[in-house]
């Protein structure tokens, strides 16, 4: 028992421990730790497929959930700065469901046959994937495709896959390993006490395993490198592109200042900042100033009213940037409301007051302002759970009412929107996705702007309630992921954390650090074409999804006809 014990806890250790933002920001240039990480835990699965003891499907549950639980905790653990729950939820939560899939793994490979139950394992890490995409408590942060995201090197071809194709990889190479480390009789099995030594006796017996190894292994590193130095942006347009990163303390500090003084302050900062990097002459700032200047989530704190954010002074404060450059776009981060009457009312509104016949509704949003151009709204819809909508509210609403947690920016359930919508600035040959923190973190729901249109992508962000931690760290390269699979420059604004520019093989430029107040500046490119996954979307986890309870359905009813 104690050994299964090591060898589950050393799976969860080598998923956690190798974890992009565990090391920092630096480049894992080729990381295969992900493509044996497995073994262990699939190994202690064998020992209780192969023993005589009961309870086989408990037990594979309990020993995973060490496995899992670990990964989960050491990857999470810096939620617990905003709030304690996070990480339980993200433990019990997301750790049972990936153990109910390892559990249902093993039960399949005992009562049916090894190669079922490997496609059980692929199949269901695939449709839990694909159900965090839109389910209640919703957390795709922990999808195995993304573990390559500071390994760009490797994933180039996540443009054909999307990053569930990442996962693919990493199941099958730890299937296939533990397949030839079977085969080749390197385990001997004590069907009494289910404990397993090692003999290495019979590898030759097994070379042609471990030569199909090696090629699962290789083959998509050198298509990748293949497709990284062949990648070119020759045709693309230039463009030029502002981040603005704050760096306030989005718990305290941000709440002393009004927007009226916050938006004063970074106009003023960032008109001398364009006067003196491009040139007094007026006809070179026309020229040469940015086509668009990004700033980050909740930017504007307080609230706006949609239908009438024109005579809002903060606005009016960032006005003067484009009155001073007309050629340039602002995409800010805010905090909106609109009201509503009882007639034209959406789902998510609330009364204003309980004797009250109005409603109104908050959202998280980005908008763009342009010169002599109305402004256009678009509302986070990709809410994070807990903090800005609650989870099975009709049910949860009559014990909790409309409680959240408050995590330092936008709190309250929030209302959303059904479409992605791609903003058309000042230059009209620019088409910008507005992409708000956790929306980043899904590839198909990121890869829909593309679809729409979309020739490069913002991603604004307020990453500092989680504190100094690998947190905002593993967001940023989850960013990186994003450019890969669409091909698209991201320009990314964070009230702290990393802001900066990366290019469409997932390379950063111009990066602004933690605690660092600033500004950069890059050109960028704008790419109209769409890659595969674009245009197909995530065939892989769909396809996983639905082979998932055929293979259960059926293997069931197999063992009730026999």
Same mark, same amino acid.
């Given at each position: 028992? +104690?050994?299964?014990?090591?060898? !589950?806890?050393?799976?969860?250790? #080598?998923?956690?421990?190798?974890?992009?933002?565990?090391?920092?920001?630096?480049?894992?240039?080729?990381?295969?730790?992900?493509?044996?990480?497995?073994?262990?835990?699939?190994?202690?699965?064998?020992?209780?497929?192969?023993? $005589?003891?009961?309870?086989?499907?408990?037990?594979?549950?309990?020993?995973?959930?060490?496995?899992?639980?670990?990964?989960?905790?050491?990857?999470?653990?810096?939620? /617990?700065?905003?709030?304690?729950?996070?990480?339980?939820?993200?433990?019990?939560?997301?750790?049972?469901?990936?153990?109910?899939? &390892?559990?249902?793994?093993?039960?399949?490979?005992? =009562?049916?046959?090894?190669?079922?139950?490997? /496609?059980?394992?692929?199949?269901?890490?695939?449709?839990?994937?694909?159900?965090?995409?839109?389910?209640?408590?919703?957390?795709?942060?922990?999808?195995?495709?993304?573990?390559?995201?500071?390994?760009?090197?490797?994933?180039?071809?996540?443009?054909?896959?999307?990053?569930?194709?990442?996962?693919?990889?990493?199941?099958?190479?730890?299937?296939?390993?533990?397949?030839?480390?079977?085969?080749?009789?390197?385990?001997?099995?004590?069907?009494?006490?289910?404990?397993?030594?090692?003999?290495?006796?019979?590898?030759?017996?097994?070379?042609?395993?471990? *030569?199909?190894?090696?090629?699962?292994?290789?083959?998509?590193?050198?298509?990748?490198?293949?497709?990284?130095?062949?990648?070119?942006?020759?045709?693309?347009?230039?463009?030029?592109?502002?981040?603005?990163?704050?760096?306030?303390?989005?718990?305290?500090?941000?709440?002393?200042?009004?927007?009226?003084?916050?938006?004063?302050?970074?106009?003023?900062?960032?008109?001398?900042? #364009?006067?003196?990097?491009?040139?007094?002459?007026?006809?070179?700032?026309?020229?040469? !100033?940015?086509? =668009?200047? *990004?700033?980050?989530?909740?930017?504007?704190?307080?609230?706006?009213?949609?239908?009438?954010?024109?005579?809002?002074? @903060?606005?009016?404060?960032?006005?003067?940037?484009?009155?001073?450059? @007309?050629?340039?776009?602002?995409?800010?981060?805010?905090?909106?409301?609109?009201?509503?009457?009882?007639?034209?009312?959406?789902?998510?509104?609330?009364?204003?007051?309980?004797?009250?016949?109005?409603?109104?509704?908050?959202?998280?949003?980005? &908008? =763009? +302002?342009?010169?002599?151009? @109305?402004?256009?709204?678009?509302?986070?819809?990709?809410?994070?759970?807990?903090?800005?909508?609650?989870?099975?509210?009709?049910?949860? !609403?009559?014990?909790?009412?409309?409680?959240?947690?408050?995590?330092?920016?936008?709190?309250?359930?929030?209302?959303?929107?059904?479409?992605?919508? *791609?903003?058309?600035?000042?230059?009209? !040959?620019?088409?910008?996705?507005?992409?708000?923190? /956790?929306?980043?973190?899904?590839?198909?729901?990121?890869?829909?702007?593309?679809?729409?249109?979309?020739? =490069?992508?913002?991603?604004?962000?307020?990453?500092?309630?989680?504190?100094?931690?690998?947190?905002?760290?593993?967001?940023?390269?989850?960013?990186?992921?994003?450019?890969?699979?669409?091909?698209? /420059?991201?320009?990314?604004?964070?009230?702290?954390?990393?802001?900066?520019?990366?290019?469409?093989?997932?390379? *950063?430029?111009?990066?602004?650090?933690?605690?660092?107040?600033?500004?950069?500046?890059?050109?960028?490119?704008?790419?109209?074409?769409?890659?595969?996954?674009?245009?197909?979307?995530?065939?892989?986890?769909?396809?996983?999804?639905?082979? $998932?309870?055929?293979?259960?359905?059926?293997?069931?009813?197999?063992?009730?006809?026999?």
């Amino acid at each position: 028992m +104690l050994k299964k014990i090591y060898y !589950s806890a050393f799976t969860g250790f #080598l998923l956690m421990i190798f974890w992009p933002g565990v090391w920092g920001f630096a480049d894992s240039t080729f990381n295969f730790t992900f493509l044996f990480a497995f073994l262990p835990l699939l190994l202690v699965d064998y020992q209780i497929r192969n023993d $005589f003891g009961k309870r086989k499907f408990i037990r594979t549950f309990l020993y995973g959930f060490i496995a899992l639980g670990i990964f989960n905790a050491g990857t999470t653990f810096w939620v /617990w700065n905003a709030h304690w729950s996070g990480v339980l939820a993200t433990v019990f939560i997301n750790g049972g469901l990936m153990s109910l899939v &390892f559990a249902c793994y093993g039960w399949v490979t005992r =009562v049916h046959s090894k190669r079922i139950g490997y /496609w059980t394992l692929v199949s269901g890490w695939l449709a839990l994937e694909v159900f965090h995409e839109s389910w209640a408590l919703s957390f795709p942060w922990l999808d195995l495709g993304h573990a390559f995201a500071s390994s760009p090197l490797m994933i180039q071809w996540y443009e054909y896959t999307g990053h569930r194709g990442g996962t693919f990889w990493i199941l099958i190479g730890n299937l296939t390993l533990l397949h030839a480390v079977i085969k080749s009789r390197v385990l001997e099995i004590n069907r009494i006490n289910g404990e397993f030594n090692f003999s290495f006796k019979n590898l030759k017996s097994s070379l042609k395993s471990y *030569v199909t190894l090696m090629g699962l292994w290789l083959i998509p590193i050198m298509f990748s490198l293949f497709l990284y130095f062949n990648f070119s942006e020759d045709e693309m347009p230039e463009r030029l592109g502002t981040v603005v990163q704050p760096n306030v303390d989005p718990y305290y500090e941000k709440f002393e200042k009004s927007d009226q003084q916050q938006a004063r302050e970074w106009a003023q900062i960032i008109k001398s900042y #364009l006067k003196s990097n491009i040139n007094d002459s007026n006809d070179l700032a026309l020229e040469f !100033s940015p086509n =668009v200047i *990004v700033f980050p989530e909740t930017f504007l704190h307080e609230g706006l009213q949609e239908s009438h954010a024109n005579v809002f002074k @903060p606005i009016h404060e960032l006005d003067s940037i484009i009155q001073s450059y @007309p050629k340039t776009s602002l995409l800010v981060g805010a905090m909106t409301y609109e009201l509503f009457t009882n007639a034209d009312r959406t789902n998510t509104s609330r009364k204003i007051s309980s004797h009250g016949k109005n409603y109104y509704d908050l959202y998280n949003s980005a &908008f =763009v +302002l342009s010169f002599n151009k @109305p402004m256009r709204f678009y509302h986070k819809s990709k809410l994070v759970v807990g903090v800005e909508y609650m989870p099975f509210g009709s049910l949860l !609403s009559k014990i909790l009412g409309d409680f959240t947690i408050d995590m330092g920016g936008s709190a309250g359930s929030l209302g959303t929107q059904d479409y992605r919508d *791609v903003f058309t600035l000042i230059d009209t !040959s620019i088409k910008l996705a507005p992409i708000i923190c /956790w929306e980043q973190d899904y590839g198909n729901y990121v890869r829909e702007y593309a679809k729409q249109g979309a020739n =490069v992508f913002a991603i604004i962000t307020n990453d500092g309630w989680w504190g100094n931690t690998l947190g905002h760290l593993t967001h940023m390269q989850y960013s990186r992921v994003r450019a890969i699979e669409n091909r698209r /420059w991201i320009l990314r604004s964070s009230n702290t954390g990393i802001s900066g520019f990366i290019d469409p093989k997932g390379q *950063v430029i111009e990066a602004m650090t933690w605690g660092e107040k600033g500004i950069r500046t890059s050109l960028f490119r704008l790419n109209n074409k769409k890659t595969v996954f674009t245009i197909c979307g995530d065939l892989i986890g769909r396809a996983g999804a639905l082979l $998932f309870p055929f293979l259960l359905i059926s293997v069931f009813v197999r063992k009730k006809v026999q």
